[in-house]
């Protein structure tokens, strides 16, 4: 694991497009769930900053998108556009194109102006106040280093490697939310 965390941040710190040789399934499936971690607890990491800021009044995140989607439509509906649909559609829009940039430096401008579009696009997900706006780059934080990360995985191994990582991803934390709301309104 500590190879790909070195490789991945390394990866960030100056994106490069070159495909990763070694084609064998269970190196690949090894540092996708290396990186299905790091994930995990870079979202835990933003998530608690996040409860900080509206325990403290500075933020409120009641009224967002997700809670909303999930009481008008529901947990079936809701889990299936999260982790099937949401996640086919943004693969192709922020990491499809990333292999279109042949210029390295064309490539590392592609590969964060991709990444940070993706973590901007879910502030649609809340609702829009001067304190949101102003802590907007916290609260897409997540999103931004998901981005990254789904990156990466696309480069390295191929499109269906990033979509698989993003639906797994969103699979984990709407599985978590939803266990969470049903432990909640047992009580």
């Known amino acids: 694991m500590t190879k790909t965390v070195n490789e991945l941040f390394e990866f960030i710190k100056t994106p490069v497009l070159e495909a990763d040789e070694n084609i064998k399934f269970s190196y690949r499936l090894k540092n996708f769930f290396s990186i299905f971690i790091i994930s995990l607890v870079t979202s835990f990491f933003f998530t608690m900053l996040i409860s900080i800021l509206e325990e403290t009044g500075f933020i409120s995140t009641e009224e ?65 106040t001067t304190n949101i706006l102003l802590f907007s780059p916290l609260l897409i934080a997540p999103q931004i280093f998901a ?41």
């Open 64 to 128: 967002h998108a997700v809670e909303n989607v999930f009481q008008k439509e529901g947990p079936v509906y809701f889990f299936f556009f999260a982790v099937i649909i949401a996640p086919l559609i943004e693969e192709m829009i922020f990491r499809a194109p990333l292999t279109l940039f042949k210029n390295k430096k064309g490539f590392k401008i592609a590969f964060y102006t991709f990444a940070i579009a993706f973590g901007f696009i879910h502030i649609t997900n809340y609702e829009i």
């Open 147 to 187: 981005g990254f990360y789904f990156g990466f995985i696309r480069v390295k191994f191929g499109l269906i490697w990033s979509i698989a990582l993003h639906a797994t991803y969103n699979a984990f934390l709407l599985s978590i939310f939803l266990l969470a709301k049903d432990a909640i309104g047992q009580n």
